[in-house]
């Protein structure tokens, strides 16, 4: 098997073998926009996902496990053979170590999940207890032949010791080294939107 088309091939595989907060309108995280189109956030709320804005954040330091993590949701309209995959469910989820959380930056990583490649250190948003940790990644896609620019947001609830409602977006922005992909090889990575969530609505640490 190709190691992707698009993103959710890689985490099932490696596992088996940011809507918005009601605060002012003018609340809004400039970095975030200047990255992502405004109708890709647009998009990604409409299909369920929230975006916590704000610059007070909860602390979230501490490993997580993500799990049961279901695919739960796909903008495109691509093969039937990754169509199927909606729905799909990893019933031992992954873990997320999130550290060094210090005025707004914070360090990411994966146990047993595609990390990517960071373009830029990741960053949480948010107020409350509601956050949003946006992560600028490259990824390998398209038959893995070439690489695409994406932006993952992970937003949730910091409830105690634990992380409540937490899902993910991964959307797509663009390829790199444009003029190395033939014309219409790789169609659907651009404006690409997947989600998936943690299916309990509990994220436990570790």
């Not at 080294?177 to 998936?196: F, K, L, M, V």
Request: hydrophobic fraction near 35%; glycine fraction near 12%; include cysteine.
């Amino acid at each position: 098997m190709k190691p992707i088309k698009l993103l959710y091939l890689l985490p099932v595989l490696l596992l088996l073998g940011c809507g918005k907060d009601n605060g002012p309108e003018e609340e809004k995280s400039g970095k975030l926009e200047d990255l992502v189109p405004k109708a890709y956030l647009d998009e990604a709320k409409q299909m369920g996902f929230a975006i916590h804005y704000g610059s007070n954040p909860p602390d979230i330091s501490g490993t997580y496990r993500f799990a049961p993590w279901k695919f739960e949701a796909y903008n495109k309209n691509v093969p039937s053979g990754i169509v199927a995959l909606v729905g799909s469910v990893i019933e031992d989820g992954f873990a997320a170590v999130f550290s060094n959380q210090i005025a707004g930056s914070i360090e990411v990583s994966y146990q047993g999940y595609y990390e990517g490649f960071e373009n830029s250190k990741p960053w949480i948003m948010g107020s409350g207890n509601n956050f949003t940790v946006c992560r600028y990644i490259g990824m390998d896609a398209c038959g893995a032949n070439f690489r695409f620019n994406y932006m993952q947001m992970i937003s949730g609830t910091k409830d105690g010791n634990v992380l409540r409602n937490v899902k993910m977006a991964t959307i797509g922005l663009e390829a790199l080294d444009p003029e190395r992909i033939p014309e219409g090889a790789c169609p659907g990575e651009i404006g690409s939107i997947e989600i998936w969530v943690d299916v309990d609505g509990v994220s436990n640490p570790e």
